[in-house]
């Protein structure tokens, strides 16, 4: 390449000399000027195609982003580090049975999921970000369950079965958790559903005995339940008295006997071996009573009174052979009352005599934390505390159970 390059110099240097020799002559000068500039060409030319060619550059190609397997629902082992949207405390956010107050505490919406996230949720994630699933979004909630606080009797707590439906369907393999022991329990869920999915699409499901309940991982407020009415009752029952009775009468033998007893506390509970019938609640009194004879002659009845003039009368047996009230006595009144009236009605035996002695007592019952009519759900929270029974005096005390 270097020997020719000088040959065309040479040959261009002559071609100069020879012009600039014959200066004199005009067709001789026009000879040379062509053949000075075709050995120009040529060298440009040859210059040219010995210059080897520009290697193409190489187009930068990136990998398709990893996906998030559709319709997938899955628990997380801790609660990530994310953007959450708190969820207000209500009585519209919650979900009640024995031994269980559910509630959704957060929720997220995830446009990607992050790296250290997408390694536990994902099948094959890389280094980076994971992405929804085509026509899906990612949402993510903690749920945290607590002791309702209920007074179930004298009976073992009901098991509650939880779990996740996406679009009415059973999600994550079926049983999620099971409830009902009243400890505390978190968890936080991952779910993929269709962009345009409602409140309804994505849904933690309890279901307790014959009873149904679901709350919402979109917003976190309850989107169903077979027992909606539990949520209109009252949480605790104020006193006013305490329908004290005693008495004293002919034995069958000789001597006198006396009765006497009072009223030491009452509670509200939706469960009592069952769910209270549709619209009602289950409301409980306890009673200290004493009998000298060493067997039951006390026959005291106890009567509930609504303030249309409904009475109702006990559920349950309450009595045993030695003494009176034995257990709570439990009655099933409607779950939005507020007042109740409470008669004693003192009653003994003697021998196969039966005596009435016509001196009904009365307590009047004030069922707090009823949620106003048209309240708000902030309004309402109250309503959602955990009942508690009540003597004369607003202390609380936990009443003994029955079957």
């Not at 062509?34 to 210059?47: C, F, I, K, Q, V």
């Not at 997938?72 to 209500?90: F, N």
């Not at 919650?94 to 992050?114: C, D, F, N």
Request: glycine share 10%; net charge negative.
């Amino acid at each position: 390449m270097h020997a020719r390059f000088a040959r065309r110099l040479t040959a261009l240097g002559l071609a100069s000399t020879l012009l600039l020799a014959a200066c004199g002559g005009s067709d001789e000068q026009a000879v040379l000027e062509d053949a000075a500039a075709e050995l120009e060409d040529d060298l440009t030319d040859s210059t040219a195609e010995e210059e080897p060619a520009a290697e193409p550059e190489e187009e930068a190609t990136e990998e398709p982003a990893e996906q998030l397997r559709s319709g997938t629902a899955t628990t997380l082992g801790s609660v990530p580090d994310l953007d959450w949207t708190e969820v207000a405390e209500s009585a519209d956010a919650l979900l009640l049975a024995p031994g269980v107050r559910m509630r959704v505490t957060q929720v997220a919406e995830l446009e990607e999921i992050p790296a250290d996230l997408a390694a536990e949720v994902a099948t094959s994630a890389g280094d980076g970000p994971v992405l929804p699933a085509d026509g899906e979004k990612v949402l993510v909630a903690t749920v945290l369950s607590e002791d309702s606080g209920w007074e179930i009797g004298d009976n073992r707590a009901p098991k509650t079965e939880g779990h996740v439906r996406l679009q009415g369907s059973p999600a994550g393999g079926g049983l999620i958790a099971q409830l009902g022991s009243g400890e505390r329990w978190q968890q936080t869920y991952l779910v993929s559903v269709p962009t345009d999915a409602g409140p309804e699409d994505a849904v933690l499901e309890l279901k307790t005995g014959d009873a149904t309940q679901s709350v919402s991982l979109v917003d976190g407020l309850r989107t169903s339940s077979d027992v909606e009415h539990i949520y209109q009752a009252g949480s605790a029952v104020t006193l006013e008295g305490d329908g004290a009775y005693s008495h004293v009468f002919d034995s069958w033998g000789s001597g006198t006997h006396e009765i006497n007893g009072q009223v030491t506390g009452a509670v509200i509970s939706p469960y009592v071996g069952g769910w209270a019938r549709p619209g009602q609640v289950f409301l409980g009194l306890d009673l200290d009573a004493r009998d000298d004879t060493g067997v039951d002659d006390d026959l005291t009845d106890l009567q509930l009174e609504l303030p249309d003039g409904t009475t109702i009368t006990p559920e349950n047996d309450f009595s045993s052979l030695r003494n009176r009230f034995v257990e709570t006595a439990w009655f099933q009144v409607p779950a939005d009352s507020e007042q109740i009236t409470l008669h004693v009605l003192p009653k003994a035996k003697a021998g196969t005599k039966d005596i009435d002695f016509e001196s009904p007592v009365e307590v009047q019952l004030t069922i707090e934390g009823v949620p106003a009519r048209g309240a708000d759900s902030g309004d309402q929270a109250s309503a959602t505390e955990a009942p508690a029974s009540t003597d004369k005096s607003t202390t609380t005390k936990e009443p003994s159970s029955t079957d």
